[in-house]
T-cell receptor, first 114, second 114 residues
Framework: GNSVTQMEGPVTLSEEAFLTINCTYT??????LFWYVQYPGEGLQLLLK?????DKGSNKGFEATYRKETTSFHLEKGSVQVSDSAVYFC?????????????FGTGTRLQVTL | SAVISQKPSRDICQRGTSLTIQCQVD?????MFWYRQQPGQSLTLIAT?????????ESGFVIDKFPISRPNLTFSTLTVSNMSPEDSSIYLC???????????FGSGTRLTVV
């Protein structure tokens, strides 16, 4: 079956530090890959996505590249801010119909300090 | 992308009672999903809500405990029945965007069973 493995948190960084959150996946076929962010007390928001190999998703300074050869979709940001403190979820969807459901990683909590 | 309104945002319920959670989408979505997120955990899919037919449940979840309705393409409900403290969790609905932007989430319902 499909699965997503994320690096464990929490990750604590100083403001303006470089961020990498690793994500690897296992899936049949060619999945679409997503990063979602959950701010404290809120629901999930789509941060970025990529639908095919070598696609780069980007949003709000965050980037992730769909690497088929390494089955990875690592999230990066060059300079984090305190407002980026949240939980980040890597996810994939593959197939059609009910098989198109999202499979989530365990989430990585990011804490950015001044 | 679609916007999903979910309510209630939170509730405290007595053991043995039931709570119905509603999700309204502002545009048509192809698929709707219901998730549970236990404290500090990732999202677990409960079921896929199918328009006009019975929902498709994931392993470990049953219709008697989590009846779901989806009368049209923009509305769905999840009922948590005969609640116990173990049902205390955040429940989220999600829709797969018809235009392919991805999966949008409601803001979640934080349920506490006492």
């Amino acid at each position: 079956g499909n699965s997503v493995t994320q690096m464990e948190g929490p990750v604590t960084l100083s403001e303006e530090a470089f961020l990498t959150i690793n994500c690897t996946y296992t899936a049949t076929g060619y999945p679409s890959l997503f990063w979602y962010v959950q701010y404290p007390g809120e629901g999930l928001q789509l941060l970025l996505k990529a639908t095919k190999a070598d696609d780069k998703g980007s949003n709000k300074g965050f980037e992730a590249t769909y690497r088929k050869e390494t089955t990875s979709f690592h999230l990066e940001k060059g300079s984090v801010q305190v407002s980026d403190s949240a939980v980040y979820f890597c996810a994939l969807s593959a197939g059609t119909g009910t098989a198109s459901k999202l499979t989530f990683g365990t989430g990585t909590r990011l804490q950015v300090t001044l | 992308s679609a916007v999903i309104s979910q309510k209630p945002s939170r509730d405290i319920c007595q053991r043995g009672t039931s709570l119905t959670i509603q999700c309204q989408v502002d545009s048509q979505v192809t698929m709707m999903f219901w998730y549970r997120q236990q404290p500090g955990q990732s999202l677990t899919l409960i079921a896929t809500a199918n328009q006009g037919s019975e929902a498709t449940y994931e392993s470990g979840f049953v219709i008697d405990k989590f009846p779901i309705s989806r009368p049209n393409l923009t509305f769905s409900t999840l009922t948590v029945s005969n609640m116990s403290p173990e049902d205390s969790s955040i429940y989220l609905c999600s829709g797969r965007d018809r235009l392919g932007y991805g999966y949008t989430f409601g803001s979640g319902t934080r349920l506490t069973v006492v």
